[in-house]
């Protein structure tokens, strides 16, 4: 399991929101759970940096472990969007006391895995399309998706606005 230096994590909070209350409390919690070690909360603290850390999830629904690449960060929402090695996304608040997390990559690995993890979730956002073009097709209508493409294209949308992929 790697451990993080908390010297080494860069001062990206200043990027939106700066002064917000609700920002600055969520900030404030994540940090506070890295330092008492919580493994999550080191990744989270890293913000878009942890690009590219490979990490194993508890799902408490399926009592088990799910490995994942961190492929997003929202800074407003604290979320991190994981790609699944099943192909399915997932946000989830890293930092919160529940979530049960391992970081099975070394941070200075990250970087390197970091083009691994957008080109998961770009085919990610192909699959998306695809799907969306085969339901609109099948039915003549548009009906939106399940909550895991929902999620998606929310990961995607962030992204495409940022400019990231």
Not at 1 to 17: D, E, K, T, Y
Not at 55 to 73: R, S, Y
Not at 119 to 139: I, Y
């Amino acid at each position: 399991m790697a451990v993080i230096a908390l010297s080494n994590i860069p001062s990206f909070m200043h990027i939106i929101l700066q002064g917000s209350r609700r920002y600055d409390c969520l900030t404030q919690r994540m940090k506070a759970a890295a330092l008492s070690g919580h493994a999550g909360a080191q990744v989270a603290v890293c913000g878009m940096d942890a690009v590219g850390a490979r990490l194993a999830i508890w799902w408490d629904g399926n009592q088990t472990f799910f490995e994942g690449v961190v492929c997003w960060f929202d800074p407003v929402s604290t979320e991190h969007c994981l790609a699944y090695d099943d192909g399915e996304l997932g946000l989830h608040k890293l930092w919160q006391h529940d979530e049960r997390v391992r970081v099975l990559n070394e941070p200075k690995q990250w970087p390197q895995e970091a083009d691994d993890a957008r080109a998961r979730l770009r085919a990610g956002h192909a699959k998306l399309q695809e799907r969306k073009a085969q339901q609109k097709e099948a039915s003549g209508t548009h009906y939106p998706l399940q909550f895991k493409t929902g999620v998606l294209a929310m990961c995607f949308q962030l992204c495409h606005a940022n400019e990231v992929l």
